[in-house]
């Protein structure tokens, strides 16, 4: 529901032309308004101006967005290339233009609001993800620079923190060092409250982690192809000191314990005790880490309470388990992803006693994985029959029928804040004496039309209790990631070229014993 304010607001912008000539004769208030209705119809030549003229001290680009009472509709999903190009470059310009100094108040830019998701919205269709605002800001960052010295302004005296989640991979760290390297002379201030990296060396990533500024940082992603191992993780932790983290995802198999000697008994009992430290950290991703029987280790030393814990496939164990289902986590835990842990045969109690704590505030529960089967359906609906504030439930790779689906997607129903499932391919679907989990190469092998079929049964299940706002789906090779997806073509790249050197060095070897 629009506004009657938002409506002329509309009006206003969508002659781009006379808006933009009529920009000076607005009142200050009214920015914000031209600004979300500008977003909402792409009228980037609008968005720019706005910006570049922007008269208020704050500009929150998740608040401006956001839902208000002249129109509730949140638009910051929507990461449309051609407003948020508009965005920056305006940025650029609100610190070239040649009005009086007096009159540009902006001090903050908060960029960080913006929520990257599958489906764009916009007329345009192209996304600009988190990478690419990272490697646009930096490149605008270092042409400003060069343009000052050149002309020799008086513009340094402008200063504005630019908040934003940067994400650093081997394609845009040149850049991005640099720009960080020349944050003091710079107008634009780059401050990184979350950053992820990724395809990045070791020695790189230290550097460039230190360069952010760690005291102001509150999220810290490092994924897929950073080596990091439990040694480096306690450099990390006792050279840099993170008082605002928040939230800490580490690369695959940091931790193996299948290995472990005293020193590395103690190296673990470092790093938990390092993160006790972390007075902040509330949210904790380990994937694919040999942990078995060492959890209680890592995280007892923690001071606050886990509100999202991703310990999927970490060979937990029986005391793992009853060590989280137990501790003062559990009642807190608001994301909680188990997956590849078989929980029917070992630890079914510890689980539904998990699940009964953490009830009151879990949101999103990923299951994958985890040998559920029809047998255990009932008893998995009357454990998520307390989780009034679930909103996502992810089940993919669990040998279910299409009946059990059926069952459970009418209880489903029930759960009034849901939005989002992933269920598995039902079992039935597969050829006779299929084996869980399915390998890769029998994913793709099931009767189509007969999943299409119950696929529309499950929705119609939904259509029916008049929860067409839960979207269903089955995510074959894993569920959207926005920014794997923006660097796939790096991430490709650095495949290919591992897969090079491992049959060179296989050569080599051959070689040799010949």
């Known amino acids: ?98 009005s009086s100094l007096y009159m540009k108040r902006l001090k903050v830019v908060d960029l960080t609001g913006i929520k990257d998701v599958e489906v764009q919205f916009c007329e345009c269709k192209k996304a600009m993800g988190r990478w690419t605002r990272t490697q646009l800001l930096c490149k605008l960052c270092s042409e400003l620079l060069v343009y000052l010295q050149q002309s020799n302004t008086g513009t340094f005296e402008i200063s504005i923190d630019v908040l934003i989640d940067l994400y650093v991979t081997e394609w845009n760290y040149e850049l991005v060092v640099q720009a960080l390297l020349k944050k003091c002379y710079c107008p634009l201030k780059i401050c990184c409250v979350a ?59 940091t931790f193996n314990v299948q290995r472990f000697t005293a020193k590395d008994e103690q190296v673990l009992t470092n790093i938990g005790e390092k ?68 929980i029917p045969d070992f630890y079914l109690s510890i689980f539904f006693k ?59 129903c029930e759960l009034p804040m849901l939005k989002n499932v992933e269920f598995p391919v039902p079992r039935d679907c597969y050829p006779a004496g299929i084996t869980y989990p399915v390998d890769d190469a029998s994913l793709c092998k099931f009767d189509h039309q007969k999943y299409e079929n119950v696929a529309k049964e499950l929705n119609l299940i939904l259509v029916k209790a008049n929860r067409e706002d839960v979207k269903a789906s089955t995510p074959l090779f894993g569920s959207y990631d926005a920014a794997v997806q923006e660097t796939n073509n790096e991430l490709g790249t650095y495949l290919i070229k591992s897969f090079k050197e491992t049959l060179e060095k296989l050569t080599v070897s051959l070689s040799k014993m010949s």
Request: proline content about 3%; aromatic content about 8%; hydrophobic content about 40%.
């Open 275 to 342: 993160m006790g430290e972390m007075m902040q950290l509330t949210e904790l991703s380990m994937s694919f880490s040999i942990l078995t029987g060492r959890l209680q280790k890592l995280l007892s030393p923690l001071k606050t309470p886990l509100k999202m814990l991703d310990v999927s496939n970490c060979s937990l164990n029986h005391a793992d388990m009853t060590y989280l289902a137990n501790s003062f986590h559990a009642n807190h835990l608001e994301t909680l992803d188990l997956s590849g842990h078989n």
């Open 354 to 412: 998990l699940l009964s704590h953490s009830s009151s505030v879990l949101r999103s529960l990923t299951v994958e994985d985890c040998n559920i089967q029809d047998t255990h359906v009932n008893m998995l609906i009357l454990g998520l029959s307390h989780c009034h504030k679930l909103q996502e439930f992810k089940f993919f790779g669990n040998p279910l029928s299409s009946q059990a689906l059926r069952h459970l997607f009418t209880f489903l």
């Open 195 to 253: 950053f992820r990296s990724d395809n990045l060396a070791l020695q790189k990533f230290f550097y460039i982690t230190k360069l952010i500024d760690p005291s102001l940082l509150r999220k810290l992603e490092m994924v897929h192809n950073v080596r990091l191992e439990m040694e480096h993780l306690e450099i990390l932790f006792k050279s840099i000191h993170f008082p605002l983290l928040m939230s800490l995802t580490l690369p695959a198999r």
């Open 1 to 98: 529901m629009k506004s009657l304010r938002f409506l002329s607001a509309e009006a206003f912008v969508s002659n781009a032309e006379f808006a933009r000539k009529s920009l000076s004769s607005v009142t200050h208030n009214l920015f914000p308004l031209l600004f979300k209705a500008s977003y909402l119809l792409e009228q980037k030549e609008v968005i720019h101006d706005l910006v570049e003229n922007w008269p208020l001290a704050d500009f929150n680009m998740g608040k401006l967005l956001g839902s208000n009472v002249d129109y509730q509709e949140d638009l910051s999903h929507r990461t449309c290339s051609v407003c948020l190009e508009s965005c920056l470059t305006g940025l650029r310009d609100y610190v070239l233009n040649r």
